[in-house]
């Protein structure tokens, strides 16, 4: 798959969504598949795992691409990837990762690269999740994110700061927080 095609996928997955259910496993044939998408006003992020040519023993990397919405159409303004975890589609329990949340991988793109002089720059961030088991939604700031069954999730942002993220359990309860602007400490314990 080339960049033009995976340009014209994250476009799709913007105007439909995700697939229901989410996939949990690459279908025969197919390179990538859609983890998540996360939209904040006119900025969005699409994740996917991707896995070259499909080719099994080939290590699978987690691909971020932010959008930014200008006249109603959304506009590529690239991408970053990383490795992906061990069983990337394997959901994990609290006790297996350390804490409830884990962010394992982040980007940035400046949205005004057009602009005439270097200061003054405005940028998208994103930050990629993996969320344990225990988890049912994750809170950013006053949105609420469903968790998918493979435990990924990706929040976009544009602010200067980086927003503080809280993992509830089904019952609204908070089981963790993670502060995106600071690296990540090990979990607290909760009594």
Same mark, same amino acid.
């Given at each position: 798959?080339?960049?033009?095609?995976?340009?014209?996928?994250?476009?799709?997955?913007?105007?439909?969504?995700?697939?229901?259910? /989410?996939?949990? *496993?690459? /279908?025969?044939?197919?390179?990538?598949?859609?983890?998540?998408?996360?939209?904040? %006003?006119?900025?969005?992020?699409?994740?996917?795992?991707?896995?070259?040519?499909? /080719?099994?023993?080939?290590?699978?990397?987690?691909?971020?691409?932010?959008?930014?919405? $200008?006249?109603?159409?959304?506009?590529?303004?690239?991408?970053? %990837? &990383?490795?992906?975890?061990?069983?990337?589609?394997?959901?994990?329990?609290?006790?297996?990762? &350390?804490?409830?949340?884990?962010?394992?991988?982040?980007?940035?793109?400046?949205?005004? /690269?057009? $602009?005439?002089?270097?200061?003054? *720059?405005?940028?998208?961030?994103?930050?990629?999740? $993996?969320?344990?088991?225990?988890?049912?939604?994750?809170?950013?700031?006053?949105?609420?994110?469903?968790?998918?069954?493979?435990?990924?999730?990706?929040?976009?942002?544009?602010?200067?700061?980086?927003?503080?993220?809280?993992?509830?359990?089904?019952? &609204?309860?908070?089981?963790?927080?993670?502060?995106?602007?600071?690296?990540?400490?090990?979990?607290?314990?909760? %009594?």
């Amino acid at each position: 798959m080339n960049d033009h095609e995976v340009y014209e996928e994250c476009l799709r997955l913007l105007r439909d969504g995700l697939p229901d259910p /989410a996939p949990d *496993a690459l /279908a025969e044939g197919r390179e990538f598949v859609p983890l998540c998408i996360d939209k904040e %006003g006119d900025v969005a992020v699409v994740t996917f795992l991707h896995q070259w040519d499909g /080719a099994p023993g080939t290590a699978p990397f987690i691909e971020g691409w932010t959008f930014h919405r $200008r006249d109603g159409e959304w506009m590529g303004l690239g991408g970053a %990837g &990383g490795a992906a975890p061990d069983e990337p589609l394997t959901r994990r329990s609290s006790g297996e990762m &350390g804490r409830y949340l884990q962010k394992y991988g982040s980007g940035r793109t400046v949205r005004n /690269a057009n $602009r005439l002089l270097p200061w003054g *720059a405005k940028w998208v961030n994103e930050a990629r999740l $993996r969320v344990s088991a225990e988890v049912a939604r994750i809170r950013v700031g006053k949105r609420l994110l469903d968790v998918p069954v493979h435990g990924h999730v990706v929040v976009v942002w544009s602010a200067r700061r980086g927003p503080v993220v809280e993992a509830l359990a089904p019952d &609204g309860a908070v089981l963790d927080e993670l502060d995106l602007d600071r690296p990540p400490v090990a979990a607290r314990p909760r %009594g």
